[in-house]
């Protein structure tokens, strides 16, 4: 069983850095994507970026140029210039797929709270 476990969480003002840590406990077989989600209060969850095992990436247009994903062993996702509109849970996401590309297998963690002060 595999578990993401989020870390890097917290209260910045606007124009502030944060950078969220995503580790995985067990091992993760398979190809997988990746990615960091964030859920604000009355609003829909909604992908932030993703990173494939071949190293795609992939930006909402809202964070392109301000959010970096990267990841190693751990998922991280550097976040400059934040706004009070990133203000949301932020979830770590791994998606695993099957030979033929579907998926098999999808992985939350518990979240982490990023607020964003004006």
């Known amino acids: 069983q595999v578990q993401l476990v989020e870390s890097g969480g917290g209260l910045v003002q606007a124009g502030g850095s944060l950078r969220l840590s995503c580790a995985a406990s067990?091992?993760?077989?398979?190809?997988?994507?990746m990615g960091w989600y964030r859920q604000a209060p009355g609003k829909q969850r909604e992908l932030v970026a993703s990173?494939?095992?071949?190293g795609i990436t992939n930006y909402a247009d809202s964070v392109k140029g301000r959010f970096t994903i990267s990841r190693d062993d751990t998922l991280y996702l550097q976040m400059n210039s934040l706004k009070p509109e990133d203000t949301a849970v932020y979830y770590c996401n791994c998606q695993v797929y099957d030979t033929i590309g579907a998926v098999k297998f999808v992985y939350w963690g518990q979240g982490t709270q990023v607020t964003v002060s004006s």
């Open positions: 990173f494939t095992q071949n």
């Open positions: 067990g091992t993760i077989f398979g190809r997988n994507t």
